[in-house]
């Protein structure tokens, strides 16, 4: 990613303007059992499952719905919370970070966001998307409400260790497979 991708997400969040309604990575399960309805199975009355590619089980008990990744590398929707989680840290505390460290946190950020966008139900546009991340990470910074010292050396060592080889390793492996970008599990 270069700097001018990492400048543009930075000059895309401060022309964010303020939302009634944040918009949200959300999953339409009604939606997703509805255009799945014929691989819906039901094992006993009140449940209906499915088993979707990457494969990714999901279940829905009443109204409560359970989502598991079981892909091996990783839920997608977790990784994103996570770099979402970067991102913001590194927002907040930009100084504290290299150039490479900022490109590499947005540029995963920015990756995350396009298979979310890409694999969600339904599918979000470009537009949504950013909006979508733009809400994330206003939320994230204020939840963190970092003072970039001391005290926040836990976010300040996990947005590092997210620009690093083995975590791009890992990211490029979790984005790699299409299926739904669920948030379980997410250790």
């Known amino acids: 990613m270069s700097r001018l991708s990492a400048a543009c997400l930075v000059a895309t969040l401060?022309?964010?303007?303020?939302?009634?309604?944040?918009?949200?990575?959300?999953?339409d399960y009604d939606l997703l059992f509805e255009r799945e309805a014929d691989a819906v199975q039901h094992p006993s009355p009140g449940v209906a499952h499915l088993?979707?590619?990457?494969?990714?089980?999901?279940?829905?008990?009443?109204?409560?719905?359970?989502?598991?990744?079981?892909?091996?590398?990783?839920?997608?929707?977790?990784?994103?919370?996570?770099?979402t989680t970067a991102a913001a840290t590194v927002l907040?505390?930009?100084?504290?970070?290299?150039?490479?460290?900022?490109?590499?946190?947005?540029?995963?950020?920015?990756?995350?966001?396009?298979f979310y966008a890409e694999n969600t139900v339904p599918a979000m546009d470009a537009a949504e998307a950013r909006r979508a991340m733009q809400a994330a990470l206003a939320r994230e910074r204020a939840s963190l409400a970092l003072s970039c010292g001391d005290r926040d050396a836990a976010p300040l060592a996990f947005a590092a260790h997210i620009a690093e080889d083995l975590s791009l390793r890992r990211f490029e492996r979790i984005f790699e497979a299409p299926r739904l970008p669920v948030t379980a599990p997410c250790p």
């Open 14 to 27: 401060a022309a964010c303007p303020a939302l009634a309604e944040p918009p949200g990575f959300t999953i």
């Open 92 to 114: 907040s505390c930009p100084d504290l970070f290299s150039a490479e460290q900022r490109d590499r946190v947005a540029g995963q950020l920015l990756r995350g966001v396009r």
């Open 51 to 83: 088993d979707l590619p990457g494969p990714v089980i999901v279940e829905r008990r009443g109204g409560r719905v359970r989502a598991e990744d079981q892909s091996g590398w990783g839920a997608a929707g977790c990784a994103l919370e996570r770099l």
